[in-house]
């Protein structure tokens, strides 16, 4: 097990347990993705953590496979799934660098919170551009700490060592632009609340 595996696994119960820290941004962004999906949608979700978002997306497409490093998140994910009586989602346990999906196989691609914490957002990038369908979507969310935060750069690295916080790494909006636009996506849509909030995108691949 890798590390960034490990550590979401000590914490796994304990985020499950945690609400979202806005409860209106996170519908917003929900009712947004929402309007890109239609009932034959094949979805791939991420870093998905526990699920809820998978979950709350389900009754609109026809089939989400949403993965997470963590064994554990992906076990609580799927208790979810049970309990409210969703079949469409199907939870495994990968990295994003692992995930075998058939080139050009997928509408939507979700990476929520997540290209923050990879060591290469731009491979991942590459990735969903492979299995994305001509005219497909790439929908993420992603705190760009080079903006206001630069000194994480230095202090980051420590809190990793330690295992208090996860591996983040620490890029502008700039440049995670210009990461969507040179593997060959549009961006379509972009909401950033406020300037400490994660960026809210909508990129598509051309049909």
């Known amino acids: ?7 979401w696994d000590r914490i796994a119960d304990r985020y ?8 209106t941004i996170y519908q917003q962004k929900l009712k947004i993705t929402r309007q890109l ?10 870093g998905a953590g526990t699920g809820s978002t998978a979950l709350a997306h389900a009754p609109h497409v026809r089939h989400i496979l949403a993965t997470d490093v963590s064994p554990r998140m992906m076990e609580i994910a799927r208790g979810k799934a049970a309990a409210a009586g969703i079949d469409n989602v199907r939870f495994e346990v990968s990295s994003v660098e692992e995930l075998a999906v058939a080139a050009e196989s997928v509408d939507l691609v979700l990476g929520l919170s997540i290209l923050h914490l990879l060591e290469d957002r731009d491979a991942a990038i590459t990735k969903v551009w492979d299995m994305l369908r001509p005219g497909g979507y790439f929908v993420s969310s992603t705190p760009c700490l080079g903006d206001w935060f630069k000194l994480f750069k230095l202090v980051g690295p420590v809190g990793h060592f330690f295992g208090v916080i996860p591996m983040v790494k620490v890029f502008t909006r700039k440049e995670l632009d210009d990461s969507l636009s040179n593997a060959g996506f549009t961006i379509e849509h972009a909401w950033q609340p406020e300037r400490k909030q994660g960026v809210f995108i909508v990129a598509r691949k051309p049909a």
């Open 1 to 7: 097990m890798t590390t960034s595996a490990r550590f």
């Open 16 to 23: 499950s347990r945690k609400p979202v820290p806005d409860e």
């Open 37 to 46: 999906m239609h009932p034959n949608m094949e979805v791939v979700e991420f």
